[in-house]
């Protein structure tokens, strides 16, 4: 095989093992089987006259010839999906919104399909960035929002983000708590010292935000409420919410709920670092009218001003990523 002849099908099976190092991950993220993709390898460093992986019984690595590759790779498919929408047309994309209410990655999805209104940008609801963020590198998703800072770095380094809003976050109490009686009123973060505040524990979807609650909280007297059923909608939330009777940490934009009072954070104030993500090396003329869609509505909204006294977690101050 001339390296010029390289089948693209071939350079996608090294990609997904390049990025799991592991086959069996990476045949399930192709819908393969993995004796095929194994002879996928197999063939593409045939024809290229090296190896790119070192195999063992419980390691897969890149070689130096992979390491080189994997950015050549990356590349070729980018520009052949590019090549397959200049001439069928762009498949549709697929955007996690993390939730069915209203949301400023709903507001960015709106704004976009306005500027493209040729493409199709498909909403889902995956609820947690952790597990979206997952779909993402797989391929099985396209965009997901929310605090990539908190991602664990290999998934991470596998994504290109860029910042959309920094999102303030409130109190949402079920009706009849005593910091419930003002609905709309700052609430100062030191008066939930004593309280047990939902913040996702014990949701693998949801870990990101979990590491931003705990680290908000740390210090405050605040503790993470414990693992409680997971709600899918905004019926089974609210059920779930009356049921537990507990605080939940939430952005100001949530959906409002009944018998439920939402109030805004306050000294200092806590913002959310909120970022829109896809894969490395991914292009999608959808992907361009959501980039530019959000880079206006911060222009015009304010969305990446941080005020005087603001809290933000460490991570998104210093910008390395999360841990553990």
Partial sequence: MNPRDVDPRLLRGFLAVAEELHFTRAAARLYTAQQALSRDVRRLEQGLGTALFTRTTRAVELTADGERLLPLARRVLAAHEELAAAFTGPRPLLVDVNTDGPSSARTVLDRARELAPDCELMARFESGLTHAAAEVAAGRLDVAFGYV??????????????????????????????????????????????????????????????RLARELFAGRGIALAPPAPVAIGKEEFRRVMAKTRTPVLVTVDFTDLPACTKRPLAEPLPLSPLSMAWRKGFAHPGLDALRRAARGLAAERGWLEVPPGSWLPAAALTGAPGSG
């Fill in 149 to 210: 800072h908190g991602l664990k770095p290999a998934l991470r380094s596998r994504l290109d983000h860029m910042p959309v809003r920094y999102e303030p976050l409130a109190a949402l109490l079920p009706d009849g708590h005593p910091l419930a009686g003002r609905p709309g009123a700052p609430l100062p973060v030191g008066a939930l010292a004593g309280e047990h505040v939902y913040a996702g524990a014990g949701n693998p979807r949801t870990l990101e935000w979990t």
